[in-house]
Nanobody, 121 residues
Framework: QVHLVESGGGFVQAGGSLRLSCAAS????????MGWFRQTPGKEREFVAG???????TYSDSVKGRFTFSGDNAKNTVYLQMDTLKPEDTAVYYC???????????????WGQGTQVTVSS
């Protein structure tokens, strides 16, 4: 089993910044990649940022240019630097870990408990 713990969420005014962290523990040798998702009430969980199979990084269109994904393999930790935050970024942010790929994409099977990000206007 892989255990993921997120931190760094909170309350911020529009235009502000937050940095999320996610540390993996347990059977981390099974982990191929880690990424970030978010969810708001009544909506499906959506992908935010994460690695691609060719060692790049991909972002959702809604956060491109404002959020930066990074990782520290030695610490089994990934980060999400969120700048120029908007009220529509308000959501529970989840870290996820992938142990497999399907049709050229990482499939995420392990999830953290989530951390709330609230952006006021």
């Amino acid at each position: 089993q892989v255990h993921l713990v997120e931190s760094g969420g909170g309350f911020v005014q529009a235009g502000g910044s937050l940095r999320l962290s996610c540390a993996a523990s347990g059977r981390t040798f099974n982990v191929l990649a880690m990424g970030w998702f978010r969810q708001t009430p009544g909506k499906e969980r959506e992908f935010v940022a994460g690695p691609t199979l060719n060692a790049g990084t991909t972002y959702s269109d809604s956060v491109k240019g404002r959020f930066t994904f990074s990782g520290d393999n030695a610490k089994n930790t990934v980060y999400l630097q969120m700048d120029t935050l908007k009220p529509e970024d308000t959501a529970v942010y989840y870290c996820a870990a992938s142990g497999r790929t399907i049709r050229g994409r990482y499939e995420y099977d392990y999830w953290g408990q989530g951390t709330q990000v609230t952006v006021s206007s």
